[in-house]
């Protein structure tokens, strides 16, 4: 899908991506049989995975990789702000901040994403390794929560701490995926019809679609 090829495309609705299940039908993802988890047609049916630029795509909500102080920044962060004009900055700087590990809310303004969910992830060094696990995986889960709290039913996630922050890819995706799995599988989850993982590079990308079949198995 040319989407998929070129990160600088214009404004993406959500029902444009294609999903997990439609990509094992088509052969576009690798098998897993060392998979522990159930397959689910419901489940691949919400997930997909794409490199593209997650300021241009049109979901209910975005979630940032944010800092501690919600102010501006670089990487995906810096993306964020610039697309949705300095009026989220204003709003974000008056929630008085976000612990590592939790995600508050801003309205996306100039973007076409209606909210921006701002996780704080962990840098990378400065926790042992099961802690920066531990509130890698609070982000993933918090940000979904913050979702389902505010009606969101299609979300778009950037690759959380893996930039700047120097969490491993390798390590991260799991994670990410691990987390997502499970929230759409709790009570809260139900409402989420849509969750995408957006990789700006395409070695993440590799990565992400590497790992997808272990926690999202193909149905049939
Ligand atoms: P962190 O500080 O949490 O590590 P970064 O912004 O440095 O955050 O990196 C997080 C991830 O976001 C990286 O994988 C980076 O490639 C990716 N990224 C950067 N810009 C964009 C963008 N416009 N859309 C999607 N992902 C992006």
Same mark, same amino acid.
């Given at each position: +899908? ?24 088509? #052969? ?47 990487? $995906? ?18 929630? #008085?901040?976000?612990? &590592?590990?939790?995600?508050? $809310? &801003?309205?996306?303004? +100039? ?6 969910? #701002? ?5 990378? @060094?400065?926790? @042992? ?22 009606? $969101? ?36 989850? +139900? &409402? ?11 070695? @993440? ?16």
């Amino acid at each position: +899908m040319a989407a998929r090829r070129n990160v600088s495309r214009g404004v993406l609705n959500i029902s444009d991506i294609p999903s997990l299940l439609e990509e094992y039908a088509r #052969h576009n993802l690798p098998r897993d049989p060392s998979s522990v988890h159930a397959p689910s047609a419901a489940l691949n049916r919400k997930v997909s995975v794409l490199r593209y630029d997650i300021t241009k795509v049109a979901a209910d909500a975005i979630v940032n990789a944010a800092n501690n102080r919600l102010a501006g920044g670089s990487g $995906v962060n810096g993306a964020i702000q610039s697309a949705a004009g300095p009026q989220l900055l204003e709003e974000s700087l008056k929630l #008085h901040g976000c612990q &590592t590990g939790d995600a508050k $809310v &801003t309205k996306g303004y +100039m973007l076409p994403a209606k909210l921006v969910i #701002h996780a704080a992830g962990p840098i990378y @060094d400065q926790y @042992d390794k099961k802690e920066a696990n531990r509130l890698l995986e609070s982000c993933y889960l918090r940000s979904l929560q913050v979702a389902a709290e505010n009606g $969101v039913k299609t979300i778009a996630f950037p690759s959380i701490s893996t930039g700047i922050f120097g969490f491993p890819i390798t390590e991260a995706s799991p994670i990410a995926l691990n987390s997502v799995r499970q929230f759409l599988q709790s009570a809260e989850g +139900m &409402t989420l019809e849509r969750v995408v993982f957006v990789l700006f590079a395409g070695e @993440d990308e590799k990565v992400y679609r590497k790992t997808i079949p272990k926690y999202f198995p193909p149905s049939e």
